[in-house]
């Protein structure tokens, strides 16, 4: 007998449709007597190795598993298929074929994936956003799935999630299903229109930083505009404390937003029981990472440090430590904002649209320029410092001192207190709605991101501002992209003051966020 039901495989981000067939033959059992089960279609060694899992989950589930020949197809056969979350389609494919399923001709409406046990309990599986998605553009009406991946899927409209616990549970409700009845498992629904940001709830905020006027002020800038920074500065002055802090001031997160970040995270298996993702991720990882760790890959690629800090914040502490080729992949993510990976038998892209920043000490002992002493030779910071490439450090907006905290600063005296990260945000938020007016239509939603003509259109500057700026360039020897960044930058802080023209004092004030080029690297 032969039947038909649905499952999907995830690549990249996105959800593959396969349709899975099993056929039931009489056949001669295998050399220790039972009945065997072929699987087809490019399956990998966890596909294959399911056989085993199927055959113990339907027996603990108080089935009896046929005793015939059970060819499995995974169509379409000339793609490759992952993972263990095929296991609950191939057994309701089973238990369908072998009549366990009433009157059951296909399970054509209903799509379902899931990881079984041996006592057939139904264990998570990744991406289940993506595979919901999938699912009701083909106009798949129902969707099984593990109970700790429902709530992500629910969000998706038009289709009906049912959570799972074992493989008696889902044969129960695919039957009842099948005939149109009320099933005893409810479909799982979540409002879309109660959807809010987390982005005030952090447990940081701007508040509790004491000092660092000018490194708050850069960071508001980088906030508004979607500009990278680079902190510099000796150890213990704030650098990555700021940074922590930067996702509480960036907008709250749009609902489409919330579902793209969730279906990367979920792809990387790193949503749980969570549901959707709802504020702006924040990831740093170690200067140990490989390239592969940072921007994705294997043999069937899996997304990496900047795509999983999609639309949040990238943290990289100790720039210098990171391996001189693990830092040059991030040129073209941060230029592109996404990240192509190749592989013989696939090419895959995910999103990188994050913010960088980075910190890094002065030089090696970290006291140059402060006021403990330095022990470092000229030869030895350079070294240093040049572990950073040119063309890296030119896609950074803003490089900014960070000096150590006074005493005076850090205990609260005599200074204003710090302004919270609500009042900021209120700030950056006009900013972009700003930004989002003057872009509108053209696929640009920040400054940082302005094309070389939006640049010419959109930062014209009058004679003061064109001295000032043709004095910074020859003086500190900056690059034609350090060009565009200054404009970019200057753009923002004109649109955080609520002006229409870029002025001189803008182009000052961005000017002074390159001149660590000059200390460093001329």
Not at 38 to 65: K, M, Q, W
Request: hydrophobic content about 40%; some cysteine; aromatic content about 6%.
């Amino acid at each position: 007998m032969l039947f038909l039901t649905r499952s999907a495989a995830v690549y990249g981000i996105d959800a593959l449709i396969v349709d899975i067939e099993v056929n039931l033959v009489p056949a001669a059992g295998e050399s220790d007597g039972r009945p065997p089960v072929i699987i087809v279609g490019l399956p990998d060694t966890a596909v294959r190795e399911s056989r085993e899992r199927i055959r113990a989950a339907i027996t603990n589930s108080g089935f009896f598993f046929p005793i015939l020949k059970s060819t499995v197809n995974l169509a379409p056969a000339d793609v490759r298929k992952e993972g263990a979350s095929f296991d609950l389609p191939i057994a309701l494919s089973i238990l369908g074929a072998n009549g366990d399923l009433g009157n059951a001709e296909n399970l054509q409406d209903t799509l379902s994936v899931g990881e079984l046990s041996l006592d057939g309990r139904i264990r998570p599986v990744r991406g289940a956003l993506s595979i919901a998605l999938a699912a009701r553009d083909i106009g798949v009406k129902s969707l099984l799935l593990p109970e700790e991946n429902a709530k992500e899927a629910a969000v998706v409209q038009d289709i009906n999630v049912y959570p799972v616990r074992d493989l008696r549970e889902a044969s129960q409700l695919v039957q009842d299903l099948y005939k149109g009845q009320f099933t005893h498992i409810p479909p799982l629904k979540l409002d879309v229109a109660e959807f809010k940001s987390n982005g005030h709830h952090y447990r940081v905020d701007f508040a509790e930083v004491r000092g660092q006027k000018t490194a708050k002020r850069a960071l508001e800038v980088a906030s508004a505009g979607g500009h990278n920074i680079l902190f510099i500065g000796p150890p213990g002055s704030g650098k990555t404390m700021l940074a922590k802090r930067l996702p509480t001031v960036l907008p709250p997160l749009e609902f489409e937003e919330a579902l793209e970040i969730t279906k990367i995270h979920s792809v990387a298996g790193l949503t749980g029981k969570s549901g959707l993702v709802n504020e702006r991720p924040f990831k740093s990882p170690h200067h140990t990472v490989s390239q592969a760790g940072l921007i994705g890959g294997g043999s069937i690629p899996k997304p990496g440090e900047v795509s999983l800090a999609h639309l949040g914040v990238l943290f990289l502490d100790e720039l210098p430590e990171f391996d001189r080729s693990v830092l040059e992949v991030l040129r073209q993510p941060m230029e592109d904002k996404q990240v192509t990976i190749s592989r013989a038998a696939t090419s895959l892209t995910f999103p990188s649209n994050f913010t960088l920043v980075a910190s890094m000490n002065p030089c090696p002992c970290g006291y140059f320029g402060s006021a403990r002493e330095c022990k470092c030779s000229p030869m030895l910071i350079q070294r240093y410092v040049s572990k950073i490439s040119g063309p890296l450090l030119d896609r950074i907006d803003i490089h900014i001192d960070v000096p150590a905290v006074k005493f005076n600063e850090l205990r609260g005296r005599g200074v204003e207190p710090s302004e919270p990260s609500a009042a900021i945000r209120e700030r950056v938020i006009k900013a972009r709605e700003i930004q989002l007016t003057r872009f509108s239509g053209d696929g640009v939603y920040s400054n940082s991101a302005m094309s070389t003509s939006q640049i010419r259109k959109f930062c014209a500057l009058d004679a003061e501002s064109e001295t000032l700026l043709e004095k910074a360039m020859q003086r500190q020897g900056l690059s034609a992209r350090a060009h565009d960044r200054i404009l970019k930058v200057s753009r923002t802080i004109a649109d955080l003051a609520g002006s229409e023209d870029v002025r001189a004092e803008h182009i000052s004030e961005a000017i002074n966020y390159r001149s660590l080029d000059r200390n460093y690297w001329t």
